[in-house]
T-cell receptor
Framework: NAGVTQTPKFRVLKTGQSMTLLCAQD?????MYWYRQDPGMGLRLIHY???????AKGEVPDGYNVSRLKKQNFLLGLESAAPSQTSVYFC???????????FGNGTRLTVT | AQKVTQAQTEISVVEKEDVTLDCVYE???????LFWYKQPPSGELVFLIR??????QNEISGRYSWNFQKSTSSFNFTITASQVVDSAVYFC????????????FGKGTRLHILP
């Protein structure tokens, strides 16, 4: 059982570069989320999706875009990376809104 | 507005001591769910427990126990006879059924169990 898979695991970007983080889940979950984790800040929600073709903004959406073209995939894009986006990014999925979250192993992104 | 407060940023205890991690929440909804997650040094996030607002019965799972008190809006987590493997960051989270689809996390408590 793969669960939630995030790629890549690590990435270093230069300011202004773009990239896409991929999240894939094989549990047929409707809900998918992107969080960022920064020291002392806990987990902050960037964007989320309640089903294929839907997306919505979380607490800290600026500078990020997302797409959910297929139910199993949730992509997080950075169009023009900034040092403030240096963080660990976690993808999560759940069966329903109040179901426990299943997390991926995280992506450590450094923007120089 | 919904909010989760974990006032203890970092706690250190000696192995075999009991330790309680505090979680205080705010919501205007009557139906909501509370969660605890564990993040060990390896970095993954692991679900520990979910509680709904209509069930105030305390929960015990081995050395772990949870005390849910609506009167004080708290959902505290106690580890009995702590072990080094309990060293982790622990997050409390809240999801309200009648609100939007966001799950709100506290900032976490880093727990160090000293051998």
């Amino acid at each position: 059982n793969a669960g939630v898979t995030q790629t890549p695991k690590f990435r270093v970007l230069k300011t202004g570069q773009s990239m896409t983080l991929l999240c894939a889940q094989d549990m047929n979950h409707e809900y998918m989320y992107w969080y960022r984790q920064d020291p002392g800040m806990g987990l902050r929600l960037i964007h989320y999706s309640v089903g294929e073709g839907t997306t919505a903004k979380g607490e800290v959406p600026d500078g990020y875009n997302v797409s959910r073209l297929k139910k199993q995939n949730f992509l997080l894009g950075l169009e023009s990376a900034a040092p403030s986006q240096t963080s660990v990014y976690f993808c999560a999925s759940s069966y329903a809104r109040v179901s426990p979250l299943h997390f991926g192993n995280g992506t450590r992104l450094t923007v120089t | 507005a919904q909010k989760v407060t974990q006032a203890q940023t970092e706690i250190s205890v000696v192995e075999k001591e009991d330790v309680t991690l505090d979680c205080v929440y705010e919501t205007r909804d009557t139906t909501y769910y509370l969660f605890w997650y564990k993040q060990p040094p390896s970095g993954e996030l692991v679900f520990l427990i979910r509680r709904n607002s209509f069930d105030e019965q305390n929960e015990i799972s081995g050395r772990y126990s949870w005390n849910f008190q609506k009167s004080t809006s708290s959902f505290n987590f106690t580890i009995t006879a702590s072990q080094v493997v309990d060293s982790a960051v622990y997050f409390c989270a809240l999801s309200a059924l009648n609100r939007d689809d966001k799950i709100i996390f506290g900032k976490g408590t880093r727990l160090h169990i000293l051998p």
